[in-house]
């Protein structure tokens, strides 16, 4: 780098004095002209300022035309014409020999014409014989681009979107640079008048060879799969000249003087570079960017203009970049180019970490990289009883065998390893590829989860049955055997207020037996989140996952599940033997925290339209239970066909009924105790009172779907500073239209994904949900992850009808293995690698994902080539990978490969 600018400044000098003896023949060739046309001696007039640029502009628009040919092969460009003089603008004063005496000025104009003359004759020479090697290079190369064009369009697009993306990041940041720096960025995304727009295109055509040797230090770019090469995307623009160097520097009047010989140099500068064709196009996708950092240092008298402005419309200027950068996004498929996170919001935005105080320490350290894995210590099958479904958080055999008590549960919650593992799991015999949505709803193929206990216990009451080389679901369950759909449109008809896909969006299915409640629901405009323990009802949230329908491993035991409070609308139990009045109606409770005040709590259980006698004394003491927590008992109604019976309670939108009990039994939780704190935080049987502030979270209910999904909600105000440094309200918007962009322009087309093979969906580091809002017309459901080391923003993903969960991923995540069909990973293994060692990490992603699933990674380059790396020592097949300006993306799907050996 260092040795590069060396080079600039050396030929900043040299091209200076070259401009001034350019200067000097052309204006005695100017008084020779009016000389021969007039018998008196006339000193010609200074050229003026505007009618230079405005050649200038004229020609460079000309060459930009001639290179943004729709062919991919850039054609040559110009440096000069029989029109326009080889140098740039001069705005300074006359040369001392353009009032010499009349003799004078004849003798040196005669001896320089024939100067310039030869010159000219070798300069002409020089762009013929230039031409000739082009056209022949072009001819040579037009077959390798046919054959490649296909190969590379897709990735050249996903190339160009990413650069326009790194251009709106400096956007955003020149807005904070110190005020020296600021002019060079200020020009970015703002149009000039035409004059000075050609001036600032001469300028930036020519000074690209330094630049683009510099920009190229920080573009890695390989494509795999597609091209099997690697290829450089950023190169020095050396089919450009130098000329345009010292305007840069602020010496306009040095800019036009020069020598032939300057101006050979630069001719054979220009033709070695015009021999490689890709480095040009290269370039000349680089000039726009190129252009903008260069309109402050013009010239000193534009300078103090620009200045004075600035310092009078700064007001003004920003509201432009915001409107510009949102402009840019639009054009853009990696979007608005959003900031990292502000160093602001941390003080502003609570963390599940902050707020779960009994959160364990662990010991970080230093990411490893995939090498430290493979010297010695390779790739390696796990050796756990669980097999080819272990679940590390959950099959931790060491720790339950050291529990002291199994009453409440203790052995279906999380127990993790002190290390995490970074052995793989095994692959079912005879596993495939899953069966596409909405057919797996029905049927999935026997081996890839090969359990029958199930069928056998549950076959009769339609749970799912064994049906040749298929598992089949016919869609009932031990509460709706005729059906799902038949028991949701009973539950809409026993109360017309829950109307789902509307008011009720967002649900709890608790003991979801293989989700088929969750299942059907998506018909109605609703998800739900389907949860179940890990117990000798085998697989039953395996079967739902591999139906595709979203579910996760838990229990109700003794901490508190890991949402947010008051986030669902609906919480939904079909007779999940949850022992709902005891322990002073501890796990009732726990649903209460995260109802939302208005919401509904279902009950299809056998205590509500049964008389045995273990019923009746469930029902009594369900009902004063539920007297106490002030939930008011909606309706009870009886379903005809299934033959069962769902009461339906309400939650208070107010503390008035609190307030007025005889009894405080449950009692209110103390005034410092956090609702939203639920990361390890163990369960208590008390009662949080329901928020009366207008502006507070919960207050109101959200708007109906589907317009909740892009209304920033009513308790986002604008004095709190957003994730990205804006207001939150105007930060939500912005990070919405961010992944839009991002989702239409990349990931739809671009990027070797095929949607209709996608189903399940996680987003690893989710922020306000805007990855899963920009794919809400796909038939996709998003898991979105909020890291518990950032920003609490899960209740958002929940008030605009998304779901999500709290995770720490330096820890197993609670799921089977071969869940999920699409990783999303924005910028989350440069957060994760200062706590916890990145192997264990990819072998916690190559658990999740399916064979012929996708990982999405969007992060620092030094983080991408770390992330390449094991990837590709998994056996993963890497799509793409890109890095520009530190920033860079990885596309890669995983393989059926396992290692040979066992622990």
């Not at 003896?21 to 007039?38: K, P």
């Not at 059906?483 to 809409?492: E, K, N, P, R, S």
């Not at 605009?800 to 999303?824: A, Q, V």
Request: proline share 5%.
């Amino acid at each position: 780098m260092a040795f590069g600018r060396g080079r600039g400044n050396k030929r900043t000098s040299t091209s200076s004095y070259a401009s001034t003896i350019t200067m000097v023949i052309f204006v005695a060739l100017c008084v020779f002209g009016v000389w021969m046309l007039s018998s008196n001696s006339v000193i010609p007039p200074q050229i003026t300022q505007g009618s230079t640029r405005t050649a200038v502009a004229e020609t460079e628009r000309s060459d930009v035309s001639v290179s943004s040919n729709g062919n991919d092969e850039p054609e040559p460009t110009k440096q000069e014409s029989d029109e326009q003089p080889p140098f740039e603008d001069n705005p300074g004063k006359l040369p001392d020999d353009a009032v010499k005496s009349e003799d004078e000025q004849r003798k040196s104009a005669k001896e320089k014409s024939e100067t310039t003359s030869s010159t000219t004759q070798k300069q002409e020479t020089q762009q013929h014989d230039d031409k000739l090697s082009e056209e022949k290079e072009k001819d040579n190369g037009k077959e390798k681009e046919t054959v490649q064009e296909n190969e590379e369009g897709q990735m050249k697009k996903v190339v160009k979107e990413f650069e326009k993306e790194q251009k709106q990041q400096r956007d955003e940041d020149a807005g904070t640079q110190p005020k020296g720096t600021q002019g060079q960025e200020q020009g970015q995304g703002k149009e000039l008048p035409d004059v000075e727009q050609g001036n600032k295109q001469g300028q930036d055509v020519e000074q690209g060879t330094n630049k683009g040797q510099e920009q190229d230090s920080n573009t890695d770019v390989t494509f795999t799969d597609a091209t099997k090469q690697e290829q450089p995307m950023e190169t020095g623009q050396g089919d450009t000249s130098e000329n345009s160097k010292n305007e840069e520097n602020g010496q306009p009047e040095e800019q036009n003087s020069g020598n032939e010989e300057t101006g050979q140099q630069n001719e054979e500068k220009t033709a070695v570079s015009e021999e490689n064709g890709k480095e040009e196009k290269s370039m000349k996708d680089e000039n726009g960017q190129q252009e903008e950092h260069t309109t402050a240092e013009d010239e000193s008298g534009n300078k103090e203009e620009e200045s004075t402005s600035k310092d009078e419309n700064t007001e003004q200027q920003e509201e432009r970049k915001d409107e510009k950068r949102h402009e840019g996004s639009e054009a853009s498929g990696f979007g608005s180019g959003i900031p990292k996170e502000s160093a602001e919001s941390q003080k502003s935005w609570k963390s599940q970490a902050t707020e779960s105080k009994d959160e364990k320490q662990r010991q970080t350290s230093e990411s490893n990289t995939v090498e430290s894995i493979m010297d010695g210590n390779a790739w390696v099958l796990c050796n756990a009883t669980a097999g080819t479904d272990y679940i590390p958080c959950l099959d931790n055999e060491e720790a339950i065998m050291k529990l002291r008590s199994r009453r409440h549960f203790e052995h279906r919650e999380r127990h993790c390893p002190e290390d995490p593992p970074t052995c793989l799991v095994p692959l079912p015999e005879g596993y495939k590829e899953s069966i596409k949505w909405p057919e797996s709803r029905d049927k999935i193929w026997y081996h890839n989860v090969p359990h029958t206990k199930l069928a056998e216990v549950k076959g009769h009451q339609n749970w799912v049955k064994v049906t040749g080389e298929f598992l089949t679901f016919p869609g009932g369950g031990t509460q709706f055997i005729h059906g799902a759909l038949h028991y949701i449109d009973f539950l809409q008809q026993s109360l017309k207020n829950i109307a789902w896909g509307k008011r009720t969006r967002v649900i709890l299915d608790v003991g979801c037996g293989v989700a088929s409640f969750g299942g059907f629901l998506f018909e109605r405009d609703v998800i739900a989140m389907s949860l179940a323990p890990k117990d000798e009802h085998e697989a039953q949230v395996q079967f739902a996952l591999e139906r595709k329908i979203p579910a996760i491993s838990a229990v109700m035991g003794s901490k508190r599940l890991p949402f947010p409070s008051r986030v669902f609308d609906l919480i939904h139990c079909a007779r999940c033997r949850v022992p709902w009045h005891n322990e002073g109606g501890m796990l009732l409770l726990e649903l209460n925290r995260m109802l939302r005040p208005g919401g509904y709590f279902v009950w299809s259980a056998t205590p509500v339209y049964q008389k045995l006698e273990e019923d009746v004394q469930i029902w009594k003491e369900m009902s004063a239970l539920t007297k106490s927590l002030c939930w008011e008992l909606v309706t009870i109604n009886k379903d005809k066909l299934n033959g069962v019976g769902a009461a339906i309670y309400q939650k208070p939108v107010t503390n008035e009924c609190y307030e007025k009990r005889k009894h405080n039994k449950p009692p209110l939780c103390k005034n410092n105790d956090d609702a939203n704190a639920a990361w390890y935080v163990p369960l208590q049987a008390c009662m949080h009172k329901v928020p009366t502030n207008v502006v507070e979270r919960g207050s109101k209910w959200p708007v109906n779907w589907p317009r909740r999904l892009q209304t920033p909600p009513y308790w986002l105000n604008s004095s709190q500073m957003g994730i990205y440094g804006k207001p939150a309200p105007r930060d939500f918007t912005t990070d919405y239209e961010h992944w839009k962009h991002v989702v239409s322009k990349v990931y739809m087309n671009e990027i070797g994904i095929s949607w209709s093979n996608v189903r399940n969906v996680m987003d690893m580091r989710a922020v306000y949900g805007g990855f899963a809002a920009a794919l809400k017309d796909l038939q996709v459901w998003v898991m979105n992850v909020v890291n518990i080391n950032s920003p609490d923003t899960l209740p958002i993903i929940y008030e605009r009808g998304l779901f999500g969960i709290y995770h720490d991923w330096c820890e197993s995540f609670s799921t089977y293995p071969r869940s999920y069909d699409l990783l999303h990973a924005d910028h989350l293994f440069s957060k994760l690698r200062t706590r916890c060692n990145l192997v264990p990490v990819m072998a916690e992603v190559d658990r999740i994902v399916r064979p012929g699933g996708k990982l999405i990674v969007r992060d620092e380059s030094n983080v991408i080539r770390e992330v390449e790396n094991m990837l590709k020592s998994l056996h993963w097949d890497v799509h793409l990978t890109f890095s520009k300006h530190q920033e860079g993306i990885l596309s890669a799907q995983k393989g059926f490969w396992r290692p040979e050996t066992s622990q």
